[in-house]
Structures are given as structure tokens and as C-alpha cells.
């Protein structure tokens, strides 16, 4: 990133180099399909694409060389250790699991073709990162009866009976922030909140909850739009600075957070920051920008921290400490074991029921209200046009603790989310 030295703020060149190792890539391997077309194997189950006598093969299109790589390489290798926790007790189906992986550097046309490449080949994908990603695929991933969890949680990606966003959406998320801001931090009505965001579906519906929110709270929002690929927020910190803001919301990546918390403490911006899930990872504690993360940062989430004291959470902790001794465990990890889980169960439905063709295996999902693999909060399936849960744990940074995140409040539905949902639908 390229960045102006000045000394009263963080050293440009020491963050960029320490975000620069954020983008760790990892490798992956690998038109679309018109239905499903299935025949009946030996065994009496129905099949169709990525499903043979012997196999299931499932496919993931990931960002392991762009803004999310972090993040990519966790749920890449958390579904790994799910495939092979699974293939060790015996596959599903009489069947071993296989996980085709396909990097798109979280560029949106890579990922189209990646699609066409992955798709006839398999019968679900328990991972697909990026909103703007999914929502380049909707249609195609719709025709094609493709059960799809996207590592996004965008409330645009709701209404498709293919397509689960698993927990929270990021609207949700923000009316959790503001209430968690007004009940600890001390606004009060009158007050400006910043909300520094992505461009695309997933800042956009961050910012309709933060809005919602600020404005049953007499708060105003000063938003910042921004791109990925943006890196040094200095200049959205002078604006929130010269706007007189007393606390940020923050929706996009782990960079631009350590940027935006960094400097912003530099500069004398030292308020309450809050951030989307997917803008933190632990490697930020290894930066320069670790003290003010500490001070200053709050995440929501979904999920829970995976320093938990969930037993299922603990459990699936010293698997992957086990399997990736040199990988930090972070929320990446929870969130793709906890989606490879899901369609786990999903697959054993469906071949319970007789068919592992696609189109049934999504019936099998739909057919959930009430899911709990024991991370996090339960979760019903049933209802396309609603999230699958409307609970959000609020957390903070902590460098001693695994994941570097520890537990704030439990999860809980704020004030206000039911009245939101209704008003939206």
C-alpha cells in the first residue's frame, strides 16, 4: 500500500509490510450443469453431478490471493479437516467426501469462469467468499440446484432456495453495533457515528443497518465509501475526524481496519470502533496497529469467539491445532467447519431419503427449523427470505487468547431487529 510517512501516526512502511502478510495464498484445483439428471447407483440412492458410487465431490470458490486470503486459507483448511474427520468414520453415503478448491482472488470474474469450471463436477459448495461474488452467481447457482453457503452475509444473498446464508446478515450485525454503542460506549442522541464501508452488497447492507439503527437512536451516520483494494484510510479519518464522530463502524476488510484503528489513534481519533466480522483476523495483533486494536475494537458476530468454552467449539479447536500445528485458529476456521458440518448433515438426510441428487439435497436443507452442530447459536433453514438466525455475539480483541478474540456479550437479539425485519420485508 502506498502511504505519506508522517510521524504522528503509525509508520506506513511497518503496516504495510505487517498487512502485506495477511494475504497468505494457499492453492486450490478445480458450461454449468442444466439440472441434475440422475440416475439410481447399486446401492438404490439416486445420483446426479459430483456424486459416483464412491464419491461426493462438493467444490469451494475462494479468495486465497486477494483481500480475504486470511480467511480463505482458514475455511479451506477447516473443511479439509471436516472432510477427513468424515472420510476417517466412514464417508457419507458409503461414499468418501472430496472438496474441489478454486481461487478467484476475490475477483468477481474469475470467479465466474471458476464457476463454470466447478459446477458440473459437483453437488454443492460449502464455501463461496465474497458478496459481490455470490451475487454474480445467484442465477446460475439457482438453475443449477446447487446447495451454496456463502462465507457472505449480505441480506441481498436471502430468498433463494439454494443459496443459506448461515447466522446473521450484516445489517443485523450493525443494529447490534449501534445498540452495543449506546448502552456501553455512552452516545447519545444528537451524536455522529462514522460507518466506513466496502462498495458493493456487503457494505451497502451494513450501512442499512447502521442507518436504522442510528436513526431510532437520534444518531447520525457519516458513512465513507470505499474499495478493497483501498488500504490507507487516512483520508476517511480526517473526515470523520473534521465530521466530530464519537465512534466508527468499520465494514470491510482486515487491512482497512488496521488502517482506519491505526491511524485514527495516531491522529487523536481515539474513539470506539466496531467492526464486521469478516474485517478482523488475529494476525492484526502482530502489527503495528496492535494497541490500538486492543484499546479501541470491538467485533460482531455471528459466531462466537473461538476461544469459546462451547465443547463442540473447544473440540474442533485442538482438531485443527492438531492438523495445521503452524495456523492460527481464527474465525475463518469455526465458520467453514461449521458450514462443511451443515451440509454434512444435509447429504446424510438426503440419502436417508433415497437421493443425493442435487435438487434434493437442497429439500433435505430447507427442511431444518432448528440446527444446532454446537458453535454457535441454533439455526432455522426453513424460511429463504428470512436470516437463518437473528442473534449477534459482540467481542474484542485479545492478543493471549486463541483466535485472538474473546467473548463480550453472548449472542443475543437487539432492540429493534424484529421491527427492522418486518419493515424490510
Not at 470458490?61 to 468414520?89: H, M, R
Not at 485514527?264 to 492484526?284: E, H, I
Request: with cysteine; proline share 5%.
Amino acid at each position: 500500500m502506498n502511504r505519506t510517512h508522517h510521524r504522528h501516526r503509525v509508520p506506513g512502511t511497518l503496516l504495510a509490510a505487517a498487512l502485506a502478510a495477511l494475504l497468505v495464498a494457499a492453492t486450490g484445483c478445480s458450461s454449468k450443469a442444466d439440472g441434475d439428471s440422475g440416475s439410481d447407483s447399486a446401492d438404490g440412492v439416486k445420483s446426479g453431478p459430483g456424486v459416483t458410487a464412491k464419491t461426493i465431490r462438493l467444490g469451494a470458490l475462494t479468495d486465497l490471493t486477494g483481500p480475504y486470503a486470511t480467511l480463505g486459507k482458514s475455511i479451506v483448511q477447516a473443511q479439509q479437516l471436516w472432510a477427513d474427520e468424515t472420510n476417517a468414520a466412514g464417508g457419507i453415503c458409503d461414499r468418501k467426501v472430496e472438496i474441489v478448491v478454486k481461487d478467484h482472488g476475490y475477483d468477481v470474474q474469475k470467479a465466474v469462469t471458476a464457476y463454470a469450471d466447478l459446477s458440473p463436477d459437483v453437488v454443492a459448495l460449502p464455501q463461496v467468499i465474497g458478496s459481490p461474488v455470490v451475487a454474480a452467481l445467484l442465477d446460475d447457482i439457482e438453475r443449477d440446484h446447487l446447495l451454496t453457503f456463502p462465507q457472505a452475509w449480505a441480506a441481498s444473498l436471502l430468498g433463494k432456495d439454494s443459496v443459506q446464508v448461515m447466522g446473521t446478515t450484516y445489517d443485523i450485525d450493525m443494529i447490534t453495533a449501534v445498540d452495543f454503542l449506546t448502552r456501553t460506549k455512552g452516545l447519545a442522541k444528537g451524536d455522529s457515528i462514522g460507518h466506513v464501508y466496502f462498495e458493493g452488497d456487503y457494505g451497502a447492507n451494513a450501512l442499512e443497518g447502521s442507518t436504522w439503527a442510528a436513526g431510532k437512536a437520534g444518531l447520525k451516520v457519516v458513512p465513507q465509501k470505499i474499495k478493497a483494494t483501498d488500504t490507507d484510510l487516512t483520508a476517511q479519518v480526517s473526515a470523520l475526524s473534521k465530521a466530530g464522530v464519537k465512534a466508527v463502524l468499520i465494514s470491510a476488510g482486515p487491512a482497512q481496519t488496521a488502517s482506519l484503528v491505526g491511524v485514527a489513534a495516531s491522529r487523536g481519533l481515539k474513539v470506539p470502533v466496531v467492526s464486521s466480522a469478516p474485517g478482523y483476523a488475529p494476525q492484526l495483533l502482530k502489527t503495528p496497529a496492535a494497541p490500538a486494536l486492543l484499546g479501541l475494537l470491538n467485533v460482531v458476530s455471528a459466531a462466537p469467539a473461538v476461544s469459546s468454552d462451547l465443547p463442540g467449539v473447544q473440540k474442533m479447536v485442538t482438531a485443527y491445532g492438531k492438523k495445521y500445528p503452524a495456523s492460527p485458529v481464527d474465525s475463518g476456521v469455526l465458520s467453514g467447519y461449521n458450514a462443511a458440518q451443515l451440509l454434512g448433515a444435509d447429504l446424510k438426510k438426503a440419502c436417508a431419503a433415497g437421493s443425493l441428487a442435487r435438487e434434493d439435497v437442497v429439500k433435505a436443507h430447507r427442511g431444518q427449523k432448528s440446527v444446532d452442530t454446537g458453535l454457535g447459536s441454533p439455526q432455522d433453514f426453513s424460511d429463504v427470505s428470512r436470516p437463518a438466525a437473528l442473534s449477534t455475539y459482540v467481542l474484542k480483541p485479545d492478543a493471549k487468547a486463541v483466535g485472538g478474540l474473546v467473548g463480550l456479550e453472548e449472542a443475543h437479539e437487539a432492540p429493534g431487529v424484529t421491527e427492522y425485519l418486518a419493515g424490510r420485508s
